[in-house]
């Protein structure tokens, strides 16, 4: 066949090819084919490769002279930390500018709100309201979404037991029940309806997987555990995200038994790409593909390009090994084009799915951005998220709700005028959007009652340090009031990323300073604010009444001002356990019962004790007051024993027997009692979040099927194995108010 016809015979496929691609009316699946059949080995290798915009650093930056005209050339398939409708079409223009006019797909770190920002996720989880949590994902999405972010890098799943580690609070807790829960409220928030509509974001499941169980609580560290523990308590919250059909996965920066994530076929390839069919894409942490070589696991960039991209992680954030190397790791043999074919088809997907080549400008609305980031009814569903997140630890004598008819008020503390500390970490700053409308906690209360009280302020202290000079002042305040608020703990940049703490007691002198204003007499409600559970135990021992107020967000003020003045009743429970002592740490409630078991603190002798303190947490898992009190009464099951293919209709009755109406978090836990590996003494396996009127009662029901008994045994098997089980139902995975047993039977 001569050159002229040959030379007619590749236009002709290649505007076949691109009508093809071009053709909104056919599949994407074809549209993706069309694409891939004109593309170079280099441009499929420019989509599997992202970059940080040149703002904002969530990671060691490397700096590119040629960042623009490799975005030109289409060596670039994504860009993070880039924001707003401007700079996003910018970036976009250029973009489009690359041979076959690929759009960029852009991702941010929207992890708890965007230009609204909402409580820190582990803050949030303590609410168990699960409409809320998709709301505030919900309402996340709508904002980054039209300020031109087409995927955020949330929800960040990752079971955590051990608070020293900084980014406990990006999660939800201990839990793989409630975690799995939450992970699919999420996506379902982010993502909306389906990928594609413009006020949705895709989601990421991140950081997979079980980061969170870092040694010794440090972040980055390795991970050592069993595949039983793995598949039984960090994979599950993975799982449900992939059945909510989440878009993209990240791996995490940690080694597990040797094998770090980021090349870790059992967990990428194995796991979620075969057993669990998941079709989105996986992408690298923050260099974590050149980290690699850190690890020791690959000699150099070359080894660690091709050891990624073989065991399925897809995309490349900012290392540079897959731009530097794909080419000759394909040309040598070592990566098949199928692989690259494969992981560069799941980005393109996602990016048609968005529509970003029938409109690459379709998430860049000038007016819509205006209209969602000022939208007057996200601020309202900021400040419910914030207050039902709220924790009561402590109300010695029903101090709080405190009397809006309080004539004098001292708020005290280095955190009651604060502003931005009230965002936590991993908040975003919007480049151009004023996102200083955050209510302080002082602003909370004058709004509250400083039209009719005297509100009187004084620092006191700073969060660090030894310096006392402050404290006169503040007792002094404290002397000519009636109530004193002390608002006291972390600052908002020590949890997080990279903020693991040896000691995770309240810093500086604010403890020393709550003994002073206790010594006045006076009553004290002391405010903590942490993105992590904190040791106090001075606190926890003298303050009559606390709150665990996290950090809030934006209306972190009112939401706190709401609850001490009693225009909501504090309905969180805790979703991570709070230890007596750093030296308890990993603690948690679904543990084992040994051979020796300590059931109380008085039994030490040859138990699984401590000689020198006790072995429970200070407050537990599943723990936290309100201003009512509740009853639990009259637990039916509808048998006692169950075949596999049957369930359990169990009813139990809750009465509000206080004076205010308030909202009650109904926990089921179970034990099985003996099974072919040892079971926890406790597995929350349902709860209810139901409203109470003072007074009022209501039957809850749960349903117990095998699923709930199920477990994975020594053979990794999902088994639910004949055998008694208790039934325990709770305020708390301490306080069980009420007990019973079935059996399983085959
Ligand atoms: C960071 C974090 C990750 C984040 C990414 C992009 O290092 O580990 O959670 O999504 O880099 O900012």
Same mark, same amino acid.
């Given at each position: ?25 056919? *599949? ?8 891939? &059949?004109l ?31 490799? !975005? ?67 309402? $996340? ?17 990752? !079971? ?11 999660g ?30 895709? $989601? ?42 989440? #878009? ?18 059992y ?22 593909? /050149? ?39 394909? &040309? ?7 692989t ?21 400008f ?16 996200h ?7 914030a ?18 008819n ?19 970490f ?26 009719? $009280? ?32 002390l ?13 693991s ?6 810093? /500086? ?12 007499g ?8 942490? #993105? ?37 009743? +504090? ?7 709070? *230890? ?5 740490? +990993? ?23 401590y ?5 429970? +947490? ?51 836990y ?49 088994? $639910? ?26």
């Amino acid at each position: 066949m001569n050159k002229a016809i040959l030379f007619l015979l590749v236009v002709t496929l290649n505007a076949g090819y691109l009508s093809n691609c071009n053709a909104q009316n056919k *599949p994407i699946s074809q549209r993706v084919d069309s694409l891939m &059949k004109l593309m170079t080995l280099e441009e499929k290798i420019g989509q599997l490769n992202q970059y940080n915009d040149d703002w904002l650093a969530t990671g060691p930056v490397t700096l590119d002279a040629n960042k623009k005209e490799q !975005i030109q050339n289409g060596q670039v398939g994504s860009l993070l930390n880039c924001m707003g409708t401007a700079r996003t079409a910018a970036w976009q223009k250029i973009a489009l500018q690359s041979r076959l006019h690929i759009p960029l797909i852009f991702g941010q770190d929207v992890i708890h709100g965007f230009k609204t920002t909402f409580p820190i996720p582990l803050g949030e989880s303590c609410s168990w309201d699960l409409d809320a949590i998709e709301l505030s994902a919900r309402t $996340a999405a709508v904002e980054s979404s039209a300020s031109g972010i087409h995927w955020t890098f949330a929800p960040m799943v990752d !079971i955590a037991r051990d608070p020293r580690w900084g980014r406990v609070m990006e999660g939800s807790g201990e839990d793989p029940y409630l975690g799995s829960k939450i992970a699919y409220a999420r996506v379902k928030g982010f993502q909306g309806d389906k990928i594609g509509e413009t006020n949705s974001v895709i $989601a990421c499941a991140k950081h997979y997987a079980a980061y969170g169980a870092a040694i010794g609580g440090r972040d980055y560290n390795s991970v050592d555990m069993s595949d039983r523990l793995l598949w039984e308590v960090y994979l599950p919250p993975f799982k449900a995200t992939v059945d909510a059909n989440i #878009g993209s996965f990240m791996n995490s920066f940690n080694d597990i038994n040797g094998v770090p994530s980021t090349a870790n076929s059992y967990l990428l390839r194995d796991i979620l790409k075969d057993k669990w069919g998941f079709k989105g894409f996986v992408v690298s942490d923050w260099g974590s593909v /050149g980290e690699m070589i850190n690890h020791g696991s690959v000699k150099n960039e070359y080894e660690a390009a091709e050891a990624a991209i073989n065991a399925g992680c897809d995309m490349d954030m900012e290392s540079r090994c897959y731009k530097n190397n794909l080419v000759q790791l394909v &040309k040598d043999g070592k990566v098949s084009m199928s692989t690259i074919d494969d992981a560069v088809s799941r980005i393109l997907t996602k990016k048609f799915e968005l529509g970003l080549f029938d409109d690459p400008f379709r998430f860049c609305n000038r007016e819509r951005e205006e209209k969602e980031l000022n939208n007057p009814e996200h601020p309202k569903i900021a400040r419910d998220a914030a207050r039902k997140s709220i924790v009561l630890l402590k109300n010695e004598g029903n101090l709080l709700p405190l009397s809006k008819n309080l004539k004098t008020i001292a708020f005290i503390g280095p955190l009651v005028k604060a502003v931005k500390e009230n965002k936590g970490f991993w908040d975003v700053e919007v480049p151009g959007v004023d996102s200083g409308y955050i209510v302080s906690q002082w602003e909370g209360l004058e709004k509250k009652i400083g039209n009719h $009280a005297k509100l009187l302020y004084a620092k006191g202290c700073n969060i660090e340090g030894t310096d006392r000079s402050g404290f006169a002042e503040a007792i002094n305040i404290a002397s000519q009031a009636d109530a004193v608020i002390l608002s006291i703990g972390e600052r908002r940049d020590m949890s997080g990323e990279a903020r693991s703490r040896s000691n995770i007691g309240i810093p /500086g002198v604010q403890e020393e300073l709550l003994k002073e204003l206790l010594a006045t007499g006076k009553p004290v409600v002391v405010l903590i604010n942490a #993105g992590r559970p904190l040791v106090f135990r001075y606190t926890s021992d003298n303050a009559p009444a606390i709150l665990y107020t996290w950090w809030l967000g934006s209306e972190a003020g009112d939401a706190i001002a709401d609850v001490l003045f009693g225009d909501y009743n +504090p309905s969180a429970k805790l979703t991570m356990s709070f *230890p007596l002592s750093t030296g308890q740490i +990993p603690i948690y409630y679904s543990h084992f019962n040994t051979g020796r078991p300590a059931q109380n603190d008085d039994n030490r002798f040859y138990t699984s004790a401590y000689t020198d303190l006790s072995i429970y +947490p200070k407050y537990e898992f599943g723990y936290g007051l309100s201003y009512t009190t509740f009853k639990y009464s009259d637990l039916k099951l509808s048998q006692n024993k169950m075949k596999k293919d049957e369930n359990i209709k169990v009813s139990v009755t809750i009465t509000n027997t206080g004076k205010y109406d308030g909202e009650e978090i109904v926990q089921l836990y179970l034990h099985d009692l003996v099974g072919s590996i040892t079971r926890p003494t406790e597995e929350l396996k349902d709860f209810r979040k139901l409203m109470l009127k003072a007074g009022e009662s209501r039957t809850v029901e749960f349903a117990i099927d095998k699923e709930k008994l199920s477990f994975f045994n020594k053979n990794l098997q999902w088994v $639910a194995e004949p055998g008694e089980f208790d039934i325990m139902i709770g305020a708390s995975s301490r306080d069980i108010r009420l007990k019973d047993r079935f059996e399983l039977v085959d």
